[in-house]
């Protein structure tokens, strides 16, 4: 079966520094999304993203974050100053369409930060 | 708001019994439903899914759920439980906007299935 691919698989970084969380979607894939897992539970939506823009975004994705598919097939989340309460499991997921329903996961970046 | 809930943030079974996973639901129209499971270290994974049609719908690795429109629940089943069913289950809900849809999870329950 196909598979989002995400690196890293681990990030420690300091408070207030940049970080890039990066994804690689299915190939035919047209609809992408960030989600996060605090503590291993819960699973937060962050923002969804079709046709080179944001289609919704959730009150946590505020202006540290910005996500971007600058080249067709990878797709980023960049966190431009990291705060202790953004350390969780990031995950990356796409689906062909959206009549499809099959959301497709990534394995996820763990953030870790100090 | 729409949103789903799951009560239990544990439950335990012995391996052979059934088991149920419960799942609780509020959205305006008719719902898209959905089971995710989650294993160590992954990403989470498609179990099935609820559209429309027959009220029990089969997933993978035998898993069921069965949509229940009047107690607003979609509670996911299996007859007889693996130990290597133990994961975390999530109830999904696929919410529109605009004409994109998005997918909000409850917050999960571990399924221990005991030896």
């Known amino acids: 079966e196909p598979e989002v691919t995400q690196t890293p698989s681990h990030q420690v970084t300091q408070m207030g520094q940049e970080v890039i969380l990066r994804c690689v979607p299915i190939s035919n894939h047209l609809y992408f999304y960030w989600y996060r897992q605090i503590l291993g539970q819960k699973v937060e939506f962050l923002v969804s993203?079709?046709?080179?823009?944001?289609?919704?975004k959730s009150e946590i994705f505020d202006d540290q974050f910005s996500v971007e598919r600058p080249d067709g097939s990878n797709f980023t989340l960049k966190i431009r100053s990291t705060k202790l309460e953004d350390s969780a499991m990031y995950f990356c997921?796409?689906?062909?369409?959206?009549?499809?329903?099959?959301?497709?996961f990534g394995s996820g970046t763990q953030l870790s930060v100090l | 708001a729409q949103s789903v809930a799951q009560p239990e943030d544990q439950v335990n079974v012995a391996e052979g019994n059934p088991l149920t996973v419960k799942c609780t639901y509020s959205v305006s129209g008719n719902p898209y439903l959905f089971w995710y499971v989650q294993y160590p270290n992954r990403g989470l994974q498609f179990l099935l899914k609820y559209i429309t049609g027959d009220n029990l719908v089969k997933g993978s690795y035998g898993f069921e759920a069965e949509f229940n429109k009047s107690q607003t629940s979609f509670h996911l089943k299996k007859p007889s439980a693996l130990v290597s069913d133990s994961a975390l289950y999530f109830c999904a809900v696929r919410v529109s906007r605009g004409g994109t849809y998005k997918y909000i999870f409850g917050t999960g329950t571990r399924l221990k299935v005991l030896a």
């Open positions: 997921a796409s689906i062909l369409s959206q009549g499809r329903e099959k959301l497709f």
């Open positions: 993203f079709y046709n080179n823009e944001i289609s919704e």
